[in-house]
Structures are given as structure tokens and as C-alpha cells.
């Protein structure tokens, strides 16, 4: 296996309806999480993208939160629809997607 050029932390963490912290769990990264992988197959990039899900990340206000190496960049907010974007934008582009950043005094 060779190392892969970026890796995509989807954080999957569950903590359950009502908890003080909530969690990206609770506010929807699961379907994130398939669309990361349904795209990482369908441009055939899996040699050079890693995908994978995690426990907290940190900055669970923000959720789903999806962190990507090796930049250290924070996405938050991120839904099903802003997967392309990330794919085209940062991940085969290099670019980060500035919408989707987490404010600095969260991740700077
Ligand atoms: S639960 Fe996702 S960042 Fe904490």
C-alpha cells in the first residue's frame, strides 16, 4: 500500500440526542461519510485519497466536522452536497474550500 496524498478524517463520534457537547453524529455525518467514499470510488482515488472515519475531533459545535492531512484543514458544517466541492477544490485541486473552513478561533 502506498501513502496516500491526503487523508480525510470524517469524525463519526455519537453521543446521543441531548448530550451538552452533541456530536457530528447527531448533526448528520453519516450520509458525509458515504458520500466520501462513494466519491473517493467514483474518480477511481483511492490509491491517492484516504478516507476515514473517526471519534471526536475537537470542535463539536461545528459538526460534521471533516479534518484532511496533510494541510490540517478544518471543514465544519459540511453536508452531503459539499463533498464534490472538497474532491474538486481541495483534494484534487489544492485549494481548500474557503466556505466550508472552521472560523480560525475554533482551528488556527
Ligand atoms: S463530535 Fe465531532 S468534533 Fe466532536
Not at 446521543?16 to 457530528?24: F, I, K, M, W
Not at 477511481?44 to 470542535?59: S, V
Not at 484543514?73 to 485541486?93: C, N, P, S, T, W
Request: charged share 20%; glycine share 12%.
Amino acid at each position: 500500500m502506498s501513502k496516500p496524498e491526503k487523508h480525510v478524517f470524517v469524525c463519526a463520534q455519537n453521543r446521543g440526542p441531548g448530550h451538552p457537547r452533541g456530536s457530528c453524529m447527531q448533526s448528520g455525518c453519516a450520509p458525509v461519510f458515504e458520500e466520501f467514499l462513494f466519491e473517493l470510488q467514483r474518480r477511481n482515488l483511492t490509491d491517492k485519497i484516504a478516507i476515514t472515519n473517526t471519534g471526536c475531533l475537537g470542535p463539536c459545535g461545528t459538526g460534521p466536522n471533516v479534518l484532511v492531512y496533510p494541510e490540517g484543514v478544518m471543514y465544519g458544517r459540511v453536508g452531503k452536497e459539499d463533498v464534490a466541492a472538497i474532491f474538486d477544490q481541495h483534494l484534487v485541486g489544492d485549494a481548500p474550500v474557503a466556505r466550508l473552513l472552521v472560523p480560525a478561533e475554533v482551528w488556527g
